[in-house]
């Protein structure tokens, strides 16, 4: 079942390794077939380096195993709010890299200052606020889903794939498991220069608006002529 999207989504846990995005096994990707309405993502707490397809389980959008003899991650009932309330989304990503945690950890999000941030996010990224204790002792994956969709709720997650969970860490969405992962690695990159950029210039003040807008605009808006046409 799903074999090729199974493929794909092994591939794209193992690119979280070969980014520099994951520290022992702490991440996961997952895909979803929009037709089947099904989800395949990593199996918990598999080393990555001896993973195979047939570490990847299927569940449907209650989170319910279909196939798979392994326990899925343990975020997949994070995955599965998010593709249901984000319906223009086909992959997710959720590491603990570096810099982007950091900012999780200190609760703040990560400003854009320059054009790198802003040919891939429209905006800054967003903090969530912290879950409550009695969201964390019922339901603390699928209560950590309803945050991240409750802090988007005036904000478009085609627009900024991404979104930093208050003491936790990111998790970035794409248009496959594989764009989810590409996105975590710009999400990485751009944390750590902000990180530097605000300790060489405590008062540095974001990218202005019209800058930001031009870069973004110029990859992904109705008029986007960066790279080749297709």
């Known amino acids: 079942m799903l074999e090729e999207l199974k493929d794909k989504v092994l591939k794209a846990n193992q690119s979280l390794v070969k980014y520099g995005l994951v520290t022992l096994t702490w ?4 895909g979803i077939d929009r037709e089947k309405n099904l989800v395949v993502i990593k199996s918990s707490g598999v080393d990555y380096e001896k993973m195979t397809t047939n570490d990847m389980v299927v569940v449907d959008l209650s989170g319910k195993v279909v196939e798979g003899s392994k326990r899925p991650s343990s975020d997949t009932a994070t ?7 984000f319906q223009n989304i086909g992959g997710i990503a959720h590491s603990h ?5 950091i900012f999780a950890q200190a609760c703040v999000e990560i400003p854009c200052f320059g054009t790198t941030h802003a ?6 990224i967003p903090v969530t606020r912290f879950l409550t204790e009695k969201e964390v002792n019922e339901n603390y994956e699928l209560n950590t889903g309803k945050i991240i969709i409750e802090r988007f709720k005036n904000l478009d997650p085609v627009a900024i794939p991404g979104v930093l969970v208050a003491g936790h860490a990111p998790f970035v969405w794409g248009k496959d498991a594989e764009d989810s992962v590409k996105n ?3 999400l990485e990159r751009v944390a750590k220069m902000a990180y530097v950029s605000m300790q060489l210039n405590p008062n540095l003040k974001a990218l202005p608006d019209y800058i930001l807008k031009k ?3 110029r990859k992904h808006g109705p008029g986007a002529y960066y790279g080749q046409s297709k």
């Not at 991440?27 to 997952?30: A, L, R």
């Not at 995955?79 to 309330?85: D, F, I, M, P």
């Not at 040919?119 to 800054?124: E, R, T």
């Open 79 to 85: 995955h599965v709010e998010l593709y249901k309330a």
């Open 215 to 217: 870069h973004y605009e």
């Open 184 to 186: 975590n690695l710009v």
């Open 119 to 124: 040919d891939h996010f429209d905006g800054n």
């Open 97 to 101: 890299s570096e810099f982007a945690t």
């Open 27 to 30: 991440g996961n990707v997952s």
